[in-house]
């Protein structure tokens, strides 16, 4: 994902694909189905907050990776949450900007 980013190429397959190695990797039975659901999810996200988070996804997704490579349960889920966190607020900016403009 991050090559891609740096040669101002497209990201978005990368990034459904880490979701989907997450989502194997943790096997769990409940998610595996709702990969589909995720992958729209994650389409919408990131246009709405791919220029302000561009970066950070990165980076949180490096974390996250690390902790299951690590086999660090505590961190991998102390960087999901930050990766949500973040662009919940982002959503959230965004959301208040378009209500304002009405």
Request: aromatic content about 4%.
């Amino acid at each position: 994902m991050r090559r891609r980013i740096q040669a101002g190429e497209d990201y978005l397959i990368e990034d459904m694909r880490f979701h989907w190695y997450l989502a194997k990797c943790s096997h769990n039975m409940v998610v595996e189905p709702l990969m589909p659901i995720i992958d729209a999810a994650v389409v919408s996200i990131a246009n709405i907050t791919r220029k302000e988070l561009l970066t950070a996804t990165v980076d949180t997704h490096q974390e996250i990776l690390n902790g299951v490579l690590d086999q660090d349960p505590q961190a991998a889920r102390a960087a999901v949450a930050l990766h949500l966190e973040m662009n919940r607020i982002v959503i959230k900016r965004a959301k208040e900007r378009s209500e304002k403009t009405k």
